[in-house]
Protein backbone atom coordinates (compact mmCIF):
# COMPACT_ATOMS: atom_id res chain seq x y z
CA UNK A 1 0.00 0.00 0.00
CA UNK A 2 1.45 3.24 -0.92
CA UNK A 3 1.76 6.17 1.40
CA UNK A 4 2.45 9.59 1.08
CA UNK A 5 3.12 11.41 4.55
CA UNK A 6 3.10 14.84 4.91
CA UNK A 7 4.82 17.21 7.56
CA UNK A 8 5.84 20.75 8.41
CA UNK A 9 2.98 22.70 8.47
CA UNK A 10 1.41 24.46 11.09
CA UNK A 11 0.95 28.58 11.92
CA UNK A 12 3.78 30.87 11.10
CA UNK A 13 3.99 34.26 11.35
CA UNK A 14 4.16 36.54 8.20
CA UNK A 15 7.96 36.98 7.35
CA UNK A 16 9.11 33.82 8.96
CA UNK A 17 9.96 30.39 7.79
CA UNK A 18 8.52 26.72 7.13
CA UNK A 19 10.09 23.50 6.22
CA UNK A 20 7.44 20.71 4.89
CA UNK A 21 8.76 17.37 4.45
CA UNK A 22 7.01 14.37 2.38
CA UNK A 23 7.93 10.79 2.57
CA UNK A 24 6.80 7.95 0.00
CA UNK A 25 6.36 4.05 0.60
CA UNK A 26 4.99 1.37 -0.97
CA UNK A 27 5.25 2.32 -4.24
CA UNK A 28 5.75 -0.66 -7.38
CA UNK A 29 8.92 1.14 -8.84
CA UNK A 30 10.89 4.16 -8.36
CA UNK A 31 9.77 7.71 -8.33
CA UNK A 32 10.04 10.41 -11.09
CA UNK A 33 9.13 13.73 -10.55
CA UNK A 34 8.14 15.15 -7.17
CA UNK A 35 6.15 17.69 -6.09
CA UNK A 36 4.60 20.52 -3.72
CA UNK A 37 1.20 21.67 -4.93
CA UNK A 38 -1.36 24.26 -2.70
CA UNK A 39 -5.26 25.20 -2.37
CA UNK A 40 -5.85 28.08 -0.56
CA UNK A 41 -9.75 28.27 0.35
CA UNK A 42 -11.87 28.96 -2.62
CA UNK A 43 -9.12 28.27 -4.67
CA UNK A 44 -7.71 25.93 -7.33
CA UNK A 45 -5.10 23.37 -6.37
CA UNK A 46 -2.03 25.12 -7.79
CA UNK A 47 1.93 23.48 -8.12
CA UNK A 48 4.19 25.61 -5.94
CA UNK A 49 7.49 23.41 -6.61
CA UNK A 50 8.73 20.18 -8.51
CA UNK A 51 11.99 18.91 -8.84
CA UNK A 52 12.79 15.28 -11.21
CA UNK A 53 15.09 12.52 -10.41
CA UNK A 54 18.11 14.71 -11.45
CA UNK A 55 17.57 17.71 -9.38
CA UNK A 56 15.65 19.83 -12.12
CA UNK A 57 13.74 22.49 -10.32
CA UNK A 58 10.94 24.49 -11.26
CA UNK A 59 8.62 27.02 -9.64
CA UNK A 60 5.33 28.79 -9.42
CA UNK A 61 6.28 32.35 -9.78
CA UNK A 62 4.96 33.61 -7.03
CA UNK A 63 7.15 31.75 -4.44
CA UNK A 64 10.40 32.02 -6.65
CA UNK A 65 13.22 33.35 -4.98
CA UNK A 66 11.72 32.20 -1.36
CA UNK A 67 10.91 28.76 -1.76
CA UNK A 68 13.83 25.63 -2.01
CA UNK A 69 12.27 22.32 -2.83
CA UNK A 70 14.71 19.26 -2.57
CA UNK A 71 14.83 15.66 -2.38
CA UNK A 72 16.22 12.44 -0.95
CA UNK A 73 16.58 9.98 -3.83
CA UNK A 74 17.51 7.02 -1.27
CA UNK A 75 14.33 8.00 1.02
CA UNK A 76 12.12 8.73 -1.40
CA UNK A 77 11.51 12.39 0.36
CA UNK A 78 10.91 15.48 -0.96
CA UNK A 79 11.56 18.93 1.26
CA UNK A 80 10.04 21.96 0.89
CA UNK A 81 11.38 24.84 2.03
CA UNK A 82 9.80 28.51 2.23
CA UNK A 83 10.65 31.93 3.73
CA UNK A 84 9.33 35.62 3.73
CA UNK A 85 5.91 34.05 4.63
CA UNK A 86 3.00 36.11 3.06
CA UNK A 87 -0.23 35.77 3.59
CA UNK A 88 -1.27 34.46 0.36
CA UNK A 89 1.07 31.32 0.91
CA UNK A 90 -1.75 29.95 3.71
CA UNK A 91 -3.10 26.97 1.96
CA UNK A 92 -3.60 23.20 2.38
CA UNK A 93 -0.03 21.72 1.02
CA UNK A 94 -0.35 18.24 -1.16
CA UNK A 95 2.59 16.59 -1.90
CA UNK A 96 2.75 14.70 -5.39
CA UNK A 97 4.91 11.80 -6.86
CA UNK A 98 4.90 10.28 -9.83
CA UNK A 99 6.53 7.03 -10.79
CA UNK A 100 9.59 6.93 -13.34
CA UNK A 101 7.74 4.31 -15.24
CA UNK A 102 4.26 3.88 -15.73
CA UNK A 103 2.80 6.81 -15.46
CA UNK A 104 0.98 6.27 -11.78
CA UNK A 105 0.69 9.28 -9.62
CA UNK A 106 0.45 9.89 -6.05
CA UNK A 107 -1.26 12.61 -3.88
CA UNK A 108 -0.76 13.37 -0.12
CA UNK A 109 -3.44 14.04 2.48
CA UNK A 110 -2.50 17.59 2.94
CA UNK A 111 -0.56 19.55 5.12
CA UNK A 112 -2.18 23.04 6.26
CA UNK A 113 0.52 25.80 6.06
CA UNK A 114 -1.29 29.00 8.20
CA UNK A 115 0.40 32.54 7.82
CA UNK A 116 -0.66 35.31 10.48
CA UNK A 117 -0.40 39.18 9.92
Known amino acids: QVQVVESGGGLVQAGGSLRLSCAVS????????MGWYRQAPGKQRELVAQ???????NYADSVKGRATISRDNAKNTVYLEMNSLLSEDTAVYYC???????????WGKGTLVTVSS
Open 51 to 57: INTGGRT
Open 96 to 106: HAVLRFGGMSY
Open 26 to 33: GTMGSLGA
